[in-house]
């Protein structure tokens, strides 16, 4: 098991492979392996999805996964 920490400046929903895992901001657990990150429908952020190798990980040092505000709002 491997282990995600998706950043965003609120909470927001966190979907891997388009299923709900979680919150932004809090460590997440994940397969090993490509996943695509998202935040869900409120198209505020950027980028609209991340495709991640994710490998040799651990709950102390999390994979970070960046989304930031459209517009810098």
Same mark, same amino acid.
């Given at each position: 098991?491997?282990?995600?920490?998706?950043?965003?400046?609120?909470?927001?929903?966190?979907?891997?492979?388009?299923?709900?895992?979680?919150?932004?901001?809090? +460590? /997440?657990?994940?397969?090993?392996?490509?996943?695509?990150?998202?935040? &869900?429908?409120?198209?505020?952020?950027?980028?609209?999805?991340?495709?991640?190798?994710?490998?040799?990980?651990? +709950? /102390?040092?999390?994979?970070?996964?960046?989304?930031?505000?459209?517009? &810098?709002?």
């Amino acid at each position: 098991m491997e282990h995600v920490i998706v950043r965003f400046p609120s909470r927001r929903l966190v979907y891997i492979d388009d299923e709900e895992n979680g919150f932004t901001n809090q +460590v /997440l657990r994940v397969d090993a392996g490509t996943h695509v990150f998202a935040l &869900g429908n409120v198209a505020n952020f950027r980028p609209a999805s991340r495709t991640v190798m994710v490998r040799d990980t651990s +709950v /102390l040092e999390p994979l970070e996964i960046r989304f930031s505000r459209k517009g &810098g709002a």
